[in-house]
């Protein structure tokens, strides 16, 4: 059975900027009964994992061990990616989270993968790219890595200009929940029309 979402919000941003953060903070406001986060690295990241006898739980998280294996993920993940630009974007929809009216998509790192939202719910889905200074991503961990941050896996999005939404990710939460508003009330406004 094919789940057609309310409302699909397509998040975008580099490394250490909070897209998991704000994931998380969606889900929360509009519940974990109504509103999946779902991840595109995940079924690339078990894809991977199987094909190369790794602990999958170790690749899901933020350890150590997911950065010594990035780099060659990132060029398996491009090499799916060349045979087929929708593959992860089918993948990561297709699971039982997928049946809960809002998705929000936490990890969007090219413009192939904008499309396929849009392709696919071109009513339903909206795009913000959230962005924070060099200073705060270090402080929240960020060293470059050549071959990773340079990568497209990390630039790809870097000239897109059509976000729907876009913030930056610098201040406290409160500030954060604000600048969050209206990307909730356009969702809150995607669920009214779904009911009608």
Known sequence: ??????????????????????????????????????RLSGPLKSQYAKENGLDIAKLLDSSQYKETYRKDMIQWGEEKRNENPEYFCKLATSGAESERDIWIISDSRRTTDIEYFLKYYPKKTLTLRIEASQDVREERGFVFKPGVDDAESECGLDSYTDWDYMIINNESSDKLGQELQPLIQDVNKLLQLSKN
Do not use: W
């Not at 953060?21 to 974990?32: G, I, K, M, P």
């Open 1 to 38: 059975m094919v789940t057609i979402p309310s409302a699909v919000v397509v998040i975008s941003g580099k490394r250490k900027t909070g897209k998991d953060y704000v994931a998380n903070l969606l889900q929360e406001r509009f519940s974990t009964e109504l509103c999946a986060v779902l």
